[in-house]
């Protein structure tokens, strides 16, 4: 087992909508992300798994035309290990807490899972190993290593930052 919350809200990679909950965090109401603090707010979870999103990202924090917060999941989330899918459903869901940047959206997801040394470990290999970058259009080689090292740099502690 890679860490406690590996396995949170993993899905079968279909085209269903699954609504999510989660509570809006102190952090979020200092970043004035929720107009009801302290309110839960349902994500509306769409699964394109079908359909490649044309920056190939992986999935996207967006909102329907009401306003009302969505996650939509492309085809590059179905063929990720389950851990990784994991880390990017918290990572979308940091967005929708006010997280912008997506170096400040990974920390918040990574506190989150509270994800063991092991669990860190498998997240940096895959992000290195398939170039992970949720800011560019198209995967440059060297790419998933320096994102990792941002990440790394701003959310960990030395020891994980190889």
């Known amino acids: 087992m890679l860490g406690r919350g590996l396995m949170t809200g993993l899905l079968a990679a279909t085209l269903?909508?699954?609504?999510?909950?989660?509570e809006s965090s102190a952090e979020a109401a200092r970043k004035g992300a929720h107009s009801r603090l302290g309110k839960r707010s349902a994500v509306r979870e769409?699964?394109?798994t079908g359909t490649s999103h044309p920056k190939r990202f992986f999935a996207e924090?967006?909102?329907d035309s009401k306003g009302r917060p969505v996650i939509i999941y492309y085809r590059r989330y179905a063929t990720a290990p389950s851990y990784f899918k994991s880390f990017v459903r918290n990572h979308e869901h940091c967005h929708h807490l006010g997280y912008r940047n997506e170096i400040e959206?990974?920390?918040?997801?990574?506190?989150?899972?509270?994800?063991?040394?092991?669990?860190?470990?498998a997240l940096r290999n895959y992000?290195?190993?398939?170039?992970v970058n949720s800011q560019?259009?198209?995967?440059?080689?060297?790419?998933?290593a320096a994102f990792w090292a941002s990440t790394s740099s701003r959310c960990l502690g030395g020891a994980h930052r190889r």
């Open 16 to 22: 269903a909508v699954a609504p999510c909950l989660f």
């Open 46 to 48: 769409i699964y394109k």
């Open 61 to 63: 924090a967006t909102r």
């Open 105 to 121: 959206a990974n920390c918040c997801a990574i506190r989150r899972m509270r994800l063991s040394s092991r669990g860190l470990a």
């Open 127 to 131: 992000i290195i190993s398939h170039d």
């Open 136 to 144: 560019t259009a198209v995967d440059h080689p060297g790419q998933g």
